[in-house]
């Protein structure tokens, strides 16, 4: 399974634009890539994901790099509703394993 | 609509007693998974049902812990006996089926004392 590299933490202050950028050099070209977030006390939540496009929606935008070893995901405003762990992964569509494979994934701080 | 629901909260039990997790989880979806996560790490898949099949248990340890999903809906992971070690948060999550958006539950807290 291919392994994402993300930073442990990072801050951001309130109704700013946050970029939690995410290295995969070794995806493969069926994996999909996926971001969870796991506010404190819950289950993870789906954020996004894509391919090879970039991609938007409510929560935020997915940008993927050209090669797809790194993307970023953006919270256009942060808030502090936004304090949470964000976890990038890759999902092989292929292997018939269809299983998330999460890191430690990046705490982001956000501060009012 | 409901989420998937996860009971109990929480549970404290001697080591070396038994203890069961049920999991509900969104109605229509064919894929349930379990998931192990320790304090300040990303959770680990324990198993994937397909409808009622146990598809990937390869992280399961088989020799203490069970887990079935009889009629391919609701689901029961069983550690039997618990030892200190198994202290964790117990997630179970299910989606519509393979490579769509997963949905998780608030999860189980164990303590094992």
């Known amino acids: 399974d291919a392994k994402t590299t993300q930073p442990n933490s990072m801050e951001s202050n309130e109704e700013e634009p946050v970029h939690l950028p995410c290295n995969h050099s070794t995806i493969s070209g069926t994996d999909y890539i996926h971001w969870y977030r796991q506010l404190p006390s819950q289950g993870p939540e789906y954020v996004i994901h894509?391919?090879?496009s970039n991609v938007n929606n409510r929560m935020a935008s997915l940008a993927i790099a050209e090669d797809r070893k790194s993307s970023t995901l953006i919270l256009h405003r942060a808030t502090l509703r936004d304090a949470a762990v964000y976890y990038c992964i890759l999902r092989d569509s292929t292997s018939g394993t269809y299983k998330y494979i999460f890191g430690t994934g990046t705490r982001l701080k956000v501060l009012a | 609509e409901a989420g998937v629901v996860q009971s109990p909260r929480y549970k404290i039990i001697e080591k070396k007693q038994p203890v069961a997790f049920w999991c509900n989880p969104i109605?229509?979806?064919?894929?349930l998974y379990w998931y192990l996560q320790n304090l300040g790490q990303g959770p680990e898949l324990l198993i994937r049902?397909?409808?009622?099949?146990?598809?990937?248990d390869s992280q399961l340890p088989k020799d203490r812990f069970s887990a079935e999903r009889l009629k391919g809906v609701d689901s029961t992971l069983k550690i039997q006996p618990a030892e200190l070690g198994d202290s964790a948060v117990y997630l179970c999550?299910?989606?519509?089926?393979?490579?769509?958006?997963?949905?998780f539950g608030q999860g189980t807290r164990l303590t094992v004392v």
């Open positions: 049902y397909e409808n009622e099949e146990a598809v990937d």
């Open positions: 109605s229509g979806h064919n894929t």
């Open positions: 999550a299910s989606s519509e089926g393979r490579g769509t958006e997963a949905f």
């Open positions: 894509g391919l090879t």
